[in-house]
């Protein structure tokens, strides 16, 4: 077993296993917190998401903290956030718990402060999937609807000939 003081640090591990552009995400957690900031203590809305390139799926996965400062102007990205949570999963009100696992897409980017010397993930572009659930919930409706029919005729079934034993080439 290596010593902790044996153990090498390398800038390698700095470097960033999922580059910034189109990711696929899961919400591993959210809540609301509070964050202090140069104008202030700001309302925020705290996500965990796990990363990974869109079209990647062998790719590398990232744990990510993306901070979404609640701001109720229409065209905020915390608008544009909560109308891709309701035009996806199709929840128009929720609490921060019933976004854990959800899935989806986004663009990841970081951004970069004025006199900061590092930057801050942030995901903008937001898709949501809708969960399993909901489309089992979906489908079970569809095969309870009582006007669709899915009574085959002899020709449904005898496909491979036309009529008067003509078969297809």
């Not at 010593?3 to 552009?21: C, M, Q, R, T, W």
């Not at 696929?24 to 509070?34: E, I, N, Q, R, T």
């Amino acid at each position: 077993m290596m010593n902790n003081n044996d153990k090498i640090i390398s800038l390698d591990a700095f470097e960033p296993n999922v580059p910034d552009g189109p990711v696929s995400f899961l919400v591993l957690d959210a809540k609301y917190d509070v964050l202090n900031t140069k104008n202030g203590k700001k309302d925020i809305l705290k996500l965990e998401v796990e990363v990974q390139e869109l079209h990647n799926s062998n790719g590398k996965r990232e744990e990510k903290s993306v901070n979404l400062f609640i701001d109720y102007n229409q065209g905020s990205f915390f608008h544009q956030f909560v109308q891709a949570v309701a035009e996806g999963a199709l929840m128009t009100a929720f609490q921060p718990s019933k976004l854990i696992n959800l899935k989806g897409q986004a663009t990841l980017s970081h951004y970069q402060p004025e006199g900061y010397k590092f930057g801050f993930p942030q995901l903008n572009d937001w898709v949501f999937y809708q969960s399993n659930e909901k489309t089992l919930e979906a489908l079970e409706k569809y095969q309870e609807d009582e006007d669709i029919n899915f009574e085959l005729s002899e020709e449904d079934i005898n496909f491979g000939e036309g009529k008067d034993g003509e078969e297809f080439v």
